[in-house]
């Protein structure tokens, strides 16, 4: 099974607005990835962890919150976002933080008013 | 910082073309190279994985090669279908101290027609 789900798969938000996007994978997978996509942009990395502790940030603003609760799993907690935070928000996952192939999952796509 | 150039942006070809996608990185320091597929609102899907040691690899239809010392590798693709219509994204994997990251393309958006 090389597959990673996200949920939920379209999310509307007003800016004062507290939500979550979730990601997961049963592949024993111990690197976890957060991308950020724009239309017509290549997906862009924010956060990255490795063993459930968070081993990059790309100096993401703070409106948006990783958790890792266990290696299955990986959220991001999204506070008082931006029209401009609307986006395609992509996990994914590899074996170790390396050179190992990264899965994608299918993205959630996120829109605030 | 290494930079990741896809050539062309687009291409429309009829049904049936073999096509070349092609993909240049500024920093021949890589570990490995990544052919993603992503459909218009999806996810990627990965196509190719090229370890820096190897000169290519095939699956199916496609076949991708890398030339570490010129900064290039490409995509082959076979016999093209309309099912092939799609983005396609090469990632170059970072390595020392950009461990853990990938360096995507813009992508070249491929449509293929009946």
């Known amino acids: 099974d090389t597959e990673v789900t996200q949920t939920p798969k379209h999310l509307v938000m007003g800016m004062t607005n507290k939500k979550s996007l979730k990601c997961e994978q049963h592949?024993?997978?111990?690197?976890m990835y957060w991308y950020k996509q724009k239309a017509k942009k290549p997906p862009e990395l924010m956060f990255v962890?490795?063993?459930?502790?968070?081993?990059i940030n790309e100096s993401v603003p703070s409106r948006f919150s990783p958790e890792c609760p266990n290696s299955s799993l990986l959220n991001l907690h999204l506070h008082a976002l931006q029209p401009e935070d609307s986006a395609l928000y992509l996990c994914?996952?590899?074996?170790?933080?390396?050179?190992?192939?990264?899965?994608f999952g299918p993205g959630t796509r996120l829109t605030v008013l | 910082k290494q930079e990741v150039t896809q050539i062309p942006a687009a291409l429309s070809v009829p049904e049936g073309e073999n096509l070349v996608l092609n993909c240049s990185f500024t920093d021949s320091a890589i570990y490995n190279l990544q052919w993603f597929r992503q459909d218009p609102g999806k996810g990627l899907t990965s196509l190719l994985l090229i370890q820096s040691s190897q000169r290519e690899q095939t699956s199916g239809r496609l076949n991708a090669s890398l030339d570490k010392s010129s900064g290039r590798s490409t995509l082959y693709i076979a016999a093209s279908q309309p099912g092939d219509s799609a983005t396609y994204l090469c990632a170059v994997y970072g390595r020392g101290s950009t461990l853990g990251r990938l360096y995507f393309g813009r992508g070249t958006q491929l449509t293929v027609w009946p």
């Open positions: 994914a996952s590899s074996q170790v933080l390396s050179t190992d192939t990264q899965y």
């Open positions: 592949m024993g997978h111990r690197a």
């Open positions: 962890y490795s063993y459930e502790k968070l081993s």
